[in-house]
Nanobody, 118 residues
Framework: VRLVESGGGLVQPGWSLRLSCAAS????????MRWYRQTPGKERELVAT????????NYADSVKGRFTISRDNAKKQVFLQMNSLKPEDTAVYYC????????????WGQGTQVTVSS
């Protein structure tokens, strides 16, 4: 199982970034996908969720209206479009795959750094 995030970087406030997460080694189209973020000394925060079909999404209040999660099941990728970035969006962003069957399956990527600073 592998999840590889990309697309992070250093941007100025108000700019946009698009994160990508490429999945392999499991049945991607059966898993809900989530983006989390974490800053030093704080708990990992759930940012956005998309169901296995891509038909249902949910967002943290702090990013609602600015971030959009999407997925391409054919390419086994999930994306996070981040617009109107703020300094408080600075964090390491992690991709997570989640499935509840006879037990819970949860896989994590290594994270990608997003820094929003002028």
């Amino acid at each position: 199982v592998r999840l590889v995030e990309s697309g992070g970087g250093l941007v100025q406030p108000g700019w946009s970034l698009r994160l990508s997460c490429a999945a392999s080694g499991f049945t991607f189209s059966s898993y809900a996908m989530r983006w989390y973020r974490q800053t030093p000394g704080k708990e990992r925060e759930l940012v956005a969720t998309i169901d296995y079909t891509g038909g249902s999404t949910n967002y943290a209040d702090s990013v609602k209206g600015r971030f959009t999660i999407s997925r391409d099941n054919a390419k086994k990728q999930v994306f996070l479009q981040m617009n109107s970035l703020k300094p408080e969006d600075t964090a390491v962003y992690y991709c997570n795959a989640w499935f509840l069957g006879y037990r819970e399956f949860s896989y994590w990527g290594q994270g990608t750094q997003v820094t929003v600073s002028s």
